[in-house]
């Protein structure tokens, strides 16, 4: 599965690669031109081109996945279901368990899409620590 990493200047983007130790603070899933992300307030589809207009630092890589169509239908089930901001606001702590079913950070998307798709990377109890710098480092 195509994945895109992306960072700004913003204060949020900074304090997250701060909280996380990554050089990260967002990724999405790429299908073609479309990415799906989960960015506030809810899980989207945009295009590349917006992406990397939004993160202007950003790259590209691939995280191996068993079967990327399912994979991919999860992704897009996803949309329109609300952004996890709890999730980013726990960062910091980390001894707390913020993990949502009915809400999406964004690197929980593609973590889980690819467990839908048949590869799992991290048991059910850590899908909530899995940060875009974890997601950077499982991908090629």
């Given at each position: 599965?195509?994945?895109?990493?992306?960072?700004s200047h913003r204060p949020g983007s900074l304090l997250l690669q701060l909280f996380t130790f990554s050089r990260w603070s967002h990724v999405g899933m790429v299908y073609g031109e479309e990415v799906i992300e989960a960015r506030f307030p809810r899980?989207?589809?945009?295009t590349v081109a917006e992406f990397?207009?939004?993160?202007?630092?950003?790259?590209f890589a691939e995280l191996p996945c068993a079967d990327e169509a399912v994979a991919e239908a999860y992704a897009r089930s996803?949309?329109?279901?609300?952004?996890?901001?709890?999730?980013?606001?726990?960062?910091?702590?980390?001894?707390?368990?913020f993990e949502s079913s009915i809400r999406d950070f964004c690197s929980e998307l593609p973590i889980r899409a690819a467990a839908a798709g048949g590869t799992r990377y991290v048991r059910e109890q850590s899908l909530s620590r899995v940060t875009p710098g974890v997601l950077?480092?499982?991908?090629s």
């Amino acid at each position: 599965m195509k994945l895109i990493f992306g960072a700004s200047h913003r204060p949020g983007s900074l304090l997250l690669q701060l909280f996380t130790f990554s050089r990260w603070s967002h990724v999405g899933m790429v299908y073609g031109e479309e990415v799906i992300e989960a960015r506030f307030p809810r899980v989207r589809v945009t295009t590349v081109a917006e992406f990397q207009a939004h993160y202007p630092r950003w790259e590209f890589a691939e995280l191996p996945c068993a079967d990327e169509a399912v994979a991919e239908a999860y992704a897009r089930s996803r949309v329109g279901r609300l952004y996890d901001i709890g999730g980013l606001l726990a960062f910091p702590f980390q001894n707390r368990d913020f993990e949502s079913s009915i809400r999406d950070f964004c690197s929980e998307l593609p973590i889980r899409a690819a467990a839908a798709g048949g590869t799992r990377y991290v048991r059910e109890q850590s899908l909530s620590r899995v940060t875009p710098g974890v997601l950077y480092d499982l991908s090629s």
